[in-house]
């Protein structure tokens, strides 16, 4: 089949999920395109897309089209609890058009509207074999999910699965450069207050925890950052030694 033989919708939605695919955006970004993508594709009255956490084995909330601001990031299931744990486990798709709280693997969980929704639809998204989270549609009425619906929102699953991956890593590798650098500043800070502590004890004749607890108190009392006094106190020694004064 050529791109001519796809019907025009389709063309706009193949369009669109590669221009995604290959763009920069950032997670919360990546997962706000995959809601308007499967609303656009099912017409759902609401879609929630989980993320897998390896670290705890869990899948969790992470965007909603039906707001949910308590439940995001903190409502989280085993691998294999309820609907979307088994299809993060068996990374298959479940199509449920009536009746979805009837399914022997659902579970209902506090705080989840969709929960009381007629029809459901998951697909799992992943790439390359790994699981990367879960896409949720949900119809509050009964619902026949057309075998082109279901297609096309497993056609998101899996092309969506590599660039969510690539937005995590990107964040992750963000985050972690700005854990070095925090960490770099700390000990920066703390070689500068250990030096101006020295130059205290040996100006003042002060044991160790008393040179500091000047500088600490000093610190307060101006209401200045204690490196910046410290970094006065280094350049004043240091201009002493120059100009031969104490």
Known sequence: MTTADIP????????RVSSIVASERSLDEMLGEIIGLAVQVTECDACLVYLFEKETNEIVLCASQVPHTAEIGNLRMKIGEGITGWVAEHKAV?????NASQD???K????LVEDTYESFLSVPLATGGDLI???NVHHRETHIHSPEEVSLLTFIGEQMAGAVAKSKLAEENARLKEETQE???KLEERKVVERAKGIIQRRHGLSEEDAYLQLRNESRRLRRPMKDLAEAIIFTEELSKRTGTD
């Open 104 to 106: 022997k693997r659902f």
């Open 183 to 185: 960490m770099k500043r």
């Open 108 to 111: 209902k969980f506090r705080g």
């Open 133 to 135: 989270g879960v896409i």
């Open 94 to 98: 479940v199509v449920l058009s009536e």
């Open 8 to 15: 025009p919708p389709q063309v706009s939605l193949l369009h």
